[in-house]
T-cell receptor, first 113, second 117 residues
Framework: IAGITQAPTSQILAAGRRMTLRCTQDMRHNAMYWYRQDLGLGLRLIHYSNTAGTTGKGEVPDGYSVSRANTDDFPLTLASAVPSQTSVYFC????????????FGNGTRLTVT | GESVGLHLPTLSVQEGDNSIINCAYSNSASDYFIWYKQESGKGPQFIIDIRSNMDKRQGQRVTVLLNKTVKHLSLQIAATQPGDSAVYFCAENMMPDRGSTLGRLYFGRGTQLTVWP
């Protein structure tokens, strides 16, 4: 079934550790996104990529980095995790950036202790 | 900065009634809007979208209304069912970066819709 796959589903991570959240899509969409979702704050954009080889910062990029080596993969890295990064992370993709609906994965629940 | 917001954080309706979820946006340059539904433990699901050259768009049991004068967006759900219980988000397409034709979607905080029998 076509869509977005995120891994892991959930993770408990010690503060200071490095972590990469994986995201893969098989729809050949140009644009990909990472959002974090916190209670009462909705979905906030972390980083995005309009096409392979390019990335950009969203609303809350600090402490996160991304890469887009190819069309299908868009990993999100926390270089040194902090408790405030405890959240649910959603990866999304769209064929035409913000001009078309985003397709979301089922999220990664990350707890930083 | 400009952001998308919601009037009500929670909405409770009886099964069979119509539901109306509201959203205010402040970016007058936004030209594309989407409503998403999110069930517990899942990612947001697309419901319906509307572009700024339209005032109304209808789908199956859902209607989105756009009032650009007051920067207001609403989602109407007809004959609400228990399966409609979820959090509903509106999103707006922010202006793209210089040199890019692709905008980015920013989301409101969400409204929890609860349908009771």
């Amino acid at each position: 079934i076509a869509g977005i796959t995120q891994a892991p589903t959930s993770q408990i991570l010690a503060a200071g550790r490095r972590m990469t959240l994986r995201c893969t899509q098989d729809m050949r969409h140009n644009a990909m996104y990472w959002y974090r979702q916190d209670l009462g704050l909705g979905l906030r954009l972390i980083h995005y990529s309009n096409t392979a080889g390019t990335t950009g910062k969203g609303e809350v990029p600090d402490g996160y980095s991304v890469s887009r080596a190819n069309t299908d993969d868009f990993p999100l890295t926390l270089a040194s995790a902090v408790p405030s990064q405890t959240s649910v992370y959603f990866c999304a993709s769209s064929p035409e950036g913000g001009n078309s609906p985003l397709h979301f994965g089922n999220g990664t629940r990350l707890t930083v202790t | 900065g400009e952001s998308v917001g919601l009037h009500l954080p929670t909405l409770s309706v009886q099964e069979g009634d119509n539901s109306i979820i509201n959203c205010a946006y402040s970016n007058s340059a936004s030209d594309y809007f989407i409503w998403y539904k999110q069930e517990s433990g899942k990612g947001p699901q697309f419901i319906i979208d509307i572009r700024s050259n339209m005032d109304k768009r209808q789908g199956q049991r859902v209607t989105v209304l756009l009032n650009k004068t007051v920067k207001h967006l609403s989602l109407q759900i007809a004959a609400t069912q228990p399966g409609d219980s979820a959090v509903y988000f509106c999103a707006e397409n922010m202006m793209p970066d210089r040199g890019s034709t692709l905008g980015r979607l920013y989301f409101g905080r969400g409204t929890q819709l609860t349908v009771w029998p």
